[in-house]
């Protein structure tokens, strides 16, 4: 489970680097806003496969936290945007 927990964390943050690259990071984030989507990408899709562990199986896990680490990286970003503004 740890060798599954550390690729989930590198899918995340792969993830996080791509949406940053889409440039769905908030304004606000300037100087390190790359480091944090990273971050909060990994941090989204290890909470993601634990879920996806503890309702499907540790098979099915790997794509729970992929989908979950997607639908993160759009939806937290948004969020802040329009809580900020």
Same mark, same amino acid.
């Given at each position: ?25 908030? &304004?606000?984030? $300037? ?13 989204? &899709? ?15 896990? $790997? &794509?729970? &936290? ?20």
């Amino acid at each position: 489970m740890l060798l599954l927990s550390l690729v989930w964390l590198l899918i995340g943050a792969l993830i996080g680097l791509l949406a940053n690259g889409a440039q769905l990071r908030p &304004a606000i984030w $300037t100087h390190l806003g790359w480091l944090m989507m990273m971050s909060i990408g990994a941090i989204v &899709a290890l909470c993601g496969g634990w879920l996806g562990v503890w309702l499907l199986g540790k098979y099915f896990a $790997t &794509a729970i &936290a992929l989908w979950i680490a997607i639908a993160g990286m759009v939806v937290l970003p948004w969020g802040i945007r329009h809580r900020c503004q």
